[in-house]
């Protein structure tokens, strides 16, 4: 048949416009710390990129730098044509697990039903995260991976898994924990589905498909004790997600949980309120801002779903397809932010399942009725939140108004200032930052910046000085000798730079700002000359320094 190819070929138009407002978008947040987004980490080998807890990620981050350097609009598409190639397997696997439901359904109503779960994928904005923040590619990357074994899985011709398919099932488990580790679920899945579907239908010898393939979940247990044991040794002494994590204990993150479960569900029935950065109340008890009532709801919902599974096969499997698929991330095990909207990526199939149990039961103009507004609504509001992420301005503007008491959003909003040279506006937002919590650092150091650049002197020493008495750094005596190369108070300046190449002799900016002092302070070009050599040994990616030096060598 001619049309399934014909909705593909739609489809992948159809990603591109309403994702047309994030392709140009910068660099932000996680992307300015990687290899692509780094330029000092750009001239790296191969194996530099790759020898990572994520090597396929990497890999594939590598191979957008070798196309594009660090031009963001390509690893913008390859998002997007990931997004795409996902959706067409949730499109797939709606598909065969309609069939294996039976409702005495054609097989194009099948295929259709199939289409709009994968389109439903495609154009949902709760998506946007996954797929215009370019660091989020550990989301799409991975659950291509995760989908495609599963997908393979499903597609098998007989109860017994032949030894190719199940060879091509382990290479993309391996990819997908090779690309993130919350892919570890997949043995779990398969042996859910072959525990809950038998032969196409939701009755019989259950226990028979598992026997049947048992070489393949011998080998996929040992893979995943393997990824298991792996995870285990990252997380066990990180400070972002584990058992480290500042004030989340198990227990607390179990409970803040129970309410955030129902807060991806909300997002995916309501998309409204999308938020990069939110801010979620921590539930410290059972009985702390209704863990109690999110925990017993779904103790509810699972015994439902349990009881009734021969009556609602699509959408019972789709519950137990969503919890399992979103345990590692909300579960017990502590992540420093308990809420990201890219963690439903993964998910979202439990929930599109659920969806169409409702919709198979609907003749084809009742579905019409429904499918084609809510794609419509949804492509719009996909296309409004992509134009956000879009700017780094617009982002953050959008996520200090919903997450007013965060830190990170007003510290993010007053960089996205400083990029575009608004330096009173940023320094403003530094100072609500200060105001939200203690400062540390890094926010003092480019709060001082700031206040450097709009030209305020005096109060950006007093801010690096006091950053100066956080952490034994080069970063901050080297701007705080650049303030007072711009007052004219060599002396000052040379003290400054002096004590930080007594800290780090490596640090090329120490260099390069003495080399300005020599410059336009002393006008010696001879002195600056060797300064801004010095530093382009250092970091030979330094363009700015390069052209000053050329700039003293002319006279």
């Known amino acids: 048949m001619w049309w399934p190819w014909a909705a593909a070929v739609a489809s992948l138009f159809l990603a591109f416009e309403i994702y047309s407002p994030a392709l140009n978008g910068p660099f932000v947040l996680d992307d300015l710390y990687l290899p692509y987004g780094d330029v000092k980490q750009q001239g790296l080998s191969f194996l530099q990129w790759v020898l990572n807890t994520r090597p396929m990620l990497m890999a594939s981050f590598w191979l957008n730098h070798q196309w594009s350097g660090e031009d963001p609009f390509a690893y913008h598409v390859t998002n997007v044509i990931l997004h795409f190639f996902v959706s067409l397997i949730v499109a797939l696997i709606a598909m065969r697990l309609l069939d294996w439901a039976g409702t005495g359904m054609n097989q194009t109503t099948h295929r259709t039903l199939g289409i709009f779960a994968g389109a439903l994928f495609l154009v949902h904005p709760v998506q946007t995260e996954s797929v215009a923040y370019v660091a989020s590619r550990s989301e799409t990357l991975s659950v291509l991976f995760y989908y495609g074994a599963f997908c393979v899985f499903l597609y098998r011709r007989t109860e017994s898994i032949t030894l190719l398919r199940a060879l091509a099932v382990m290479a993309l488990f391996a990819a997908a924990v090779a690309t993130k580790q919350h892919t570890l679920t997949l043995p779990l899945l398969l042996l859910l589905t072959d525990l809950y579907w038998s032969h196409g239908a939701n009755h019989g010898a259950k226990q028979g498909s598992v026997r049947a393939n048992r070489l393949l979940y011998i080998f996929l247990a040992i893979g995943g004790a393997a990824g298991g044991w792996f995870v285990w040794t990252t997380i066990r002494s990180a400070n972002t997600a584990g058992f480290h994590v500042a004030g989340m204990s198990p227990a607390t993150y179990f409970f803040t949980e129970c309410r955030v479960l129902w807060a991806y569900v909300r997002l ?15 539930s410290h008890s059972l009985f702390d801002s209704g863990a109690i009532v999110g925990l017993v709801a779904w103790i509810a919902v699972v015994a439902a779903a349990w009881i009734y599974r021969e009556r609602w096969p699509l959408a019972c499997f789709g519950v137990f397809v969503y919890l399992l698929l979103a345990s590692p991330t909300s579960s017990v095990i502590p992540i420093s932010e308990p809420l990201q909207e890219r963690r ?16 198979r039961r609907l003749d084809w103009k009742q579905r019409v009725r429904i499918e084609a507004p809510v794609l419509l609504i949804l492509m719009a509001l996909t296309y409004q939140r992509s ?77 690096l000085r006091q950053a100066s008495a956080m952490e034994l750094d080069p970063e901050v005596w080297t701007l705080i000798g650049q303030v007072y190369g711009q007052q004219h108070k060599t002396d000052e300046a040379f003290q400054a730079l002096d004590r930080a190449q007594n800290i780090d002799a490596t640090f090329e900016t120490t260099y390069a700002i003495r080399g300005n002092v020599y410059e336009f302070d002393l006008g010696n070009k001879v002195s600056a000359a060797e300064q801004y050599r010095r530093a382009l040994e250092l970091d030979p990616y330094n363009d700015a320094v390069r052209q000053a030096l050329q700039r003293v060598e002319r006279h």
């Open 268 to 282: 995916f029935v309501l998309p409204f309120g999308l938020n990069a950065d939110p801010d979620v109340t921590v």
């Open 344 to 359: 439903l990526y993964l998910p979202f199939l439990g929930l599109a399942l659920i969806c169409l149990e409702f919709l």
């Open 387 to 463: 134009a956000v992420w879009g700017s780094p301005l617009a982002l953050w503007m959008d996520t200090v108004a919903k997450s007013p008491n965060k830190v990170r959003p007003r510290f993010q909003l007053a960089h996205a200032y400083y990029e575009q040279n608004k330096f009173t506006e940023a320094a403003e937002n530094y100072e609500v930052a200060t105001r939200l919590a203690p400062p540390d650092y890094r926010l003092l150091v480019d709060y001082g910046l700031a206040l450097d650049r709009g030209g305020h002197y005096e109060e950006a020493l007093v801010k």
